[in-house]
């Protein structure tokens, strides 16, 4: 009955989350979205706010790292590399039932500070996800390491974007989303722009940065 409660109560925070934005939703409206009586119901299964969002995170990279681990493995080339990274997200988002709200939450979770917080400290449960940012980067040798840094941060940005949109037209469309050719759509996109030639900056303009953390941390 607790493992019942608890999965329900993580599908209802994942649904109003990426509805409503994670600052909008209460724990109370989370558990009576889930059928539960008990109000406190956050607090006694996940602790409170931040420990619902820290399993709703770990259960996303608990679905995708092993996957994430295998294609690194197999791995020779740059595009290998971001395949790697993406399509067991998109693997696992085609798995779930239509309408899915994951990857609209995923978005949302880049917006909310605490959130966003959490995502980064969880480079330890997804190490496969660290690595394989972390051989993109090295893949980028060529270029100067602020830059391939900050186009490594703005490929995670750009791959949660797009799949919140995805997600979001397959849901107002009632149609299942193409998420195989979404998935390698996004590969080919993504190793386009990471290669991308180098505009020289203008004299005395800063370069650009990445996030400053290379864990790669990403669901």
Known sequence: MGGNARESLLDAAERLFAEDGIAHVSDRRVAEAAGNTNHSAVRYYFGG???????????????????????????????????????PVTDDLAALPTPSWRARFLNQVQHDPVAAALLRASGDRAPAATRIVRSIIERMQHLDRAIAEGRASLMLHVVTTACAQIEERAHRSGEPAQWPGAGHFLCDAIAGMLQAPVTPFPPGAPAPSGSGDESGATA
């Open 49 to 87: 706010r931040e420990g619902l969002l820290r399993a709703l995170l770990d259960r996303q990279l608990d679905s995708v790292e092993p996957e994430r681990a295998r294609l690194l493995a197999a791995s020779d080339s740059l595009l290998g590399d971001i395949q790697a990274l993406i399509l």
